[in-house]
């Protein structure tokens, strides 16, 4: 068994996700880094874990399909022995973006089920072993984080799936957070703005106009390391008091201004 914490995170190959594999590695943790399409991008962010002194292990599989997560959970359990932090990342956007009146069910069915149904029985699979591991002594506590979007309290009328499976991620994190706070397991959302990387890089243009209008107060695009640096200060005890919360990682959108 690790000496060292262990983190699981979904998506963890590029972007937010890779953002936040990055930082808990130099925060000591042992990590791993689950891809969906992208073993080459996944074993870089291993290779930069290891580089810099941390230990991770790349795993592949999709958060949407039931085998995919039981043997995510194996191998985290084959290669660490243990398991103190889930972060729920892995998302996709509506397929196509069309137009909520020519909405397909293909592409909710797909969107729900990376979105929603998979971290909703990650969760609960990763949380049962947790709850015996506690049980055991093995580990002291556990974390698991979900990450969401403003798109949970703004609307798209082209992503109305991608929209509804955000919202309902918030929901997920306060029934988690109910249930499993008697065992010392806290959960958090993590709620990003429009962050920098390979997936916003077709809306730059559109954004950065916008943001130099003011769209936000913090003028400038979010980063990933913005939103893993929010993960850490969580799954480091920075707030023991606290489970259910929302944190917003948006540069002050959500501020409601007339």
Known sequence: MSKRKVALVTGGSRG?????CLELGRAGYDVVVNYATR???????VEEID???????AVGGSVAVAEDRAVLLAKTLDRFGRIDVLVNNAGITSQGRKDILKATEESWDVVFGTNLKGPFFLTQLVANE???????????????????????HTISLNRADYCM????????????????????IGVFEICPGVIES????????????LIAEG??????????????????????D?????????????????????
């Open 198 to 209: 390979d997936m916003t890089a077709g809306v730059k243009e559109k954004y950065d106009r």
């Open 51 to 57: 580089k810099a002194g941390g230990c991770a292990v």
């Open 130 to 152: 947790m709850v015996r591991e506690i049980g055991e002594k093995s580990i002291a506590g556990g974390k698991i984080v979900n990450i969401s979007s403003i798109s949970a």
């Open 165 to 184: 499976t955000k919202t309902a991620i918030g929901t997920m994190t306060k029934l988690y957070a109910q249930r499993l706070a008697e065992f010392g």
């Open 215 to 236: 769209l936000w107060p913090i003028r400038r695009w979010g980063r990933p390391d913005d939103v893993a640096k929010a993960v850490l200060a969580v799954v480091s």
């Open 16 to 20: 937010i996700g890779r953002g936040i």
């Open 238 to 258: 920075s707030f023991p008091f606290s489970t259910g919360d929302c944190i917003n990682v948006d540069g002050g959108f959500h501020i409601r201004t007339l």
């Open 39 to 45: 073993p080459d991008a996944a074993d870089e962010v």
